[in-house]
């Protein structure tokens, strides 16, 4: 539970730093980009390639990789704002931060852009979430279909508003408030009081 609530601080840590929430990307820092995805972090349905395309295209999201490669995607980005943090002496106690966990199945995904829109771009255009917030990728075990597997990341109080349009907009159901889930790591964190 330790290693859970420290990993929650740190992207808690690092959404809130100066400079983290600003225009025009928000929570979608260079430095946090992961390998694979592109700058700017934004596309235009119109220039998206059919999805059956080979590289450079894939990987241009969660739902183009698979379990494995999301789960070490969200692994390596974790390490690495954890390393940024101790090298920029942001460590701090538990902020005690208000805020909210938001689930993305990318396999549910329909790709129509509704919560990109409603979020005003809190959420991209495929749904997911910025990879700031990324917090852990979840595989349930014996588990299939929707959320079998799935990214959780901690949505600032500031953006609550961007996300929560989002979510409501998102009409395959692919983004939820892990406070609506029920899972087994959704279960850990309740008890662990993370939600």
Not at 76 to 99: K, V, Y
Request: aromatic share 12%; proline share 9%.
């Amino acid at each position: 539970m330790d290693s859970m609530r420290e990993r929650l601080c740190d992207t808690q840590r690092w959404c809130v730093m100066p400079g983290r929430s600003g225009a025009p990307y928000p929570l979608r820092t260079r430095e946090l980009m992961p390998n694979g995805f592109r700058w700017p972090p934004t596309h235009d349905f119109s220039v998206r390639p059919p999805r059956v395309l080979p590289k450079p295209w894939l990987g241009w999201t969660l739902s183009e990789r698979s379990p494995d490669e999301c789960s070490t995607v969200v692994e390596e980005l974790a390490t690495r704002r954890s390393q940024l943090l101790e090298d920029e002496r942001i460590i701090a106690p538990d902020p005690g931060l208000s805020g909210a966990l938001v689930a993305y199945d990318p396999w549910a995904n329909l790709f129509d852009g509704a919560a990109n829109e409603a979020s005003q771009g809190y959420f991209d255009a495929d749904n997911v979430p910025p990879w700031d917030t990324w917090t852990w990728f979840v595989r349930e075990a014996n588990t299939e279909g929707r959320w079998a597997s799935y990214l959780v990341s901690w949505v600032p109080s500031a953006f609550l508003a961007r996300a929560r349009a989002g979510v409501d907009a998102n009409p395959e159901g692919c983004i939820a408030w892990v406070s609506d889930l029920r899972t087994a790591f959704t279960r850990k964190l309740l008890d662990a009081r993370l939600v």
